[in-house]
């Protein structure tokens, strides 16, 4: 089956880290870019960050520029999310993706919950 399952979520305090993990299935990993998005309640659903199938480029929302760092582990079909510098804002639920085209999600893992709060 195709698919995408994230780990790694949970309660932090501002400044504190966290580390996401996506483990992907069923499909040639190494082919695709892979994203990340978000939605906090009531808000849209947002890029956070983006790599290329070789993480030759990543790309990062100006929000998260310096504090969060994508990468990827083509021989362990991982995807992952460092987390640094955390803020109230980041809370959300995060979603690993795969990307058609590069920019375009066409498959999403079942997301994994962050809060950070004080």
């Known amino acids: 089956q195709v698919q995408l399952v994230e780990s790694g979520g949970g309660a932090a305090r501002p400044g504190d880290s966290l580390r996401l993990s996506c483990t992907a299935s069923?499909?040639?990993?190494?082919?695709?870019?892979m994203g990340w998005y978000r939605q906090a309640p009531g808000k849209e659903r947002e890029m956070v960050a983006r790599?290329?199938?070789?993480?030759?480029?990543?790309y990062y929302r100006d929000s998260v520029k310096g504090r969060f760092t994508i990468s990827r582990d083509n021989v362990k079909n991982t995807l992952y999310l460092q987390m640094d510098n955390l803020r109230p804002e980041d809370t959300a639920d995060y979603y690993c993706v795969r990307l058609y085209g590069a920019y375009n999600p066409d498959l999403w893992g079942q997301g994994t919950q962050v809060t950070v709060s004080s």
């Open positions: 790599i290329s199938d070789q993480a030759e480029r990543t």
């Open positions: 069923g499909f040639l990993f190494s082919a695709f870019f």
